[in-house]
């Protein structure tokens, strides 16, 4: 991509697929790391997966069935999500129908297939939300957060099993206040839309209960207004590791690379995707990972104890932590 600086131009827009989809759509990384998968319900209620490559968008979808317990569409305003996994490996699918949402339409849970495009349904989870508006997984995939914006219906935490096809049998509710949409930010941190005016945070999404710290209009918009959705993007764009400190071995989590580099900050290095690292001494590390793909997209994120930015670049992306180990 030469132009815009390497990030490359829209050459073509507004490319409708074969037939409409209804509002939840998506689109992941296929399997072999360079093609994409453009994923939505269509008027028939059936799942299509649409293959975009280099040569373009397929206009024959991979077409799966969501599974009796997914709930019948009314032809009318339908919002919901579509989300992907961060490993990119499961879906969740929930709805909400603006005529009739009074009835409470379960969280749909599948498995998706990034080589065939194919979907398989795995469980529902039945809740107490009438609307539905916001869903997002935590970076460590291990809870799924769930918001619903009428008065009192609040944002509940799932904490999924480490078998993903396993029913999960924790759900909490971390805060009161309804709320919108929310999404992961590559601080590692979820934002949720509190109202139209004003943002709130799960500041540590990979903890258990009041420990993940959701805090409420945390952010003003300052005069600016966001609707009831934040915009999509593909999940690969937002790799942040994270990491658990067990005294002096720390174990690190990164999903996605077709290859990757990492770096310690005490001279030793892994070329493994989650190694584990016994630190000799105490003290403070940078910890750097390098991670490459084979389609040449790229991020960097440095990432401190305190202070967090991005820059975008064109090789590779590292993410870089400070580390402080005790005695």
């Not at 490559?53 to 339908?78: H, K």
């Not at 960097?300 to 090789?315: G, L, M, P």
Request: aromatic share 12%; proline share 4%; glycine share 6%.
């Amino acid at each position: 991509m030469n132009e815009n600086m390497g990030l490359g131009k829209v050459v073509e827009k507004q490319i409708l697929p074969y037939t409409t989809p209804y509002q939840p759509l998506s689109i992941t990384l296929h399997q072999n790391n360079k093609d994409y998968w453009l994923v939505f319900i269509n008027k028939n209620q059936k799942l299509n997966a649409l293959l975009i490559d280099s040569t373009g968008v397929s206009s024959t979808p991979v077409v799966s069935e969501l599974g009796s317990a997914f709930p019948q569409l009314a032809p009318y305003r339908n919002y919901g999500r579509l989300l992907f996994s961060h490993s990119m490996d499961y879906m969740v699918i929930t709805i909400y129908d603006e005529l009739f949402h009074s009835e409470k339409t379960p969280i749909c849970f599948y498995s998706f297939n990034r080589e065939t495009g194919k979907v398989q349904y795995l469980w529902k989870i039945e809740h107490e939300i009438n609307s539905i508006m916001g869903i997002e997984f935590s970076p460590n995939d291990k809870y799924l957060y769930v918001s619903g914006n009428k008065v009192n219906e609040g944002i509940y935490q799932i904490k999924l099993n480490d078998d993903k096809t396993i029913v999960p049998s924790t759900i909490a509710k971390i805060l009161s206040d309804g709320a919108l949409d929310m999404q992961l930010a590559p601080d590692g941190k979820i934002y949720f839309i509190s109202d139209h005016f004003n943002l709130g945070v799960i500041n540590n999404p990979n903890l258990e209960g009041t420990l993940c710290d959701v805090e409420n209009n945390k952010l003003s918009l300052h005069g600016k207004i966001v609707n009831f959705y934040f915009p999509h993007f593909v999940k690969r764009l937002l790799n942040v590791f994270s990491y658990n400190i067990n005294c002096n071995v720390v174990e690190f989590v990164f999903t996605y690379s077709q290859s990757q580099h990492w770096n310690f900050g005490d001279g030793n290095t892994s070329s493994e995707q989650n190694p584990t690292h016994t630190y000799a001494a105490a003290g403070t590390y940078t910890v750097s990972l390098t991670a490459t793909y084979t389609d040449g997209t790229t991020q960097t994120a440095n990432k401190t104890r305190h202070k967090d930015t991005i820059k975008k670049n064109i090789v590779f992306f590292i993410f870089l932590i400070k580390l402080k180990l005790y005695d």
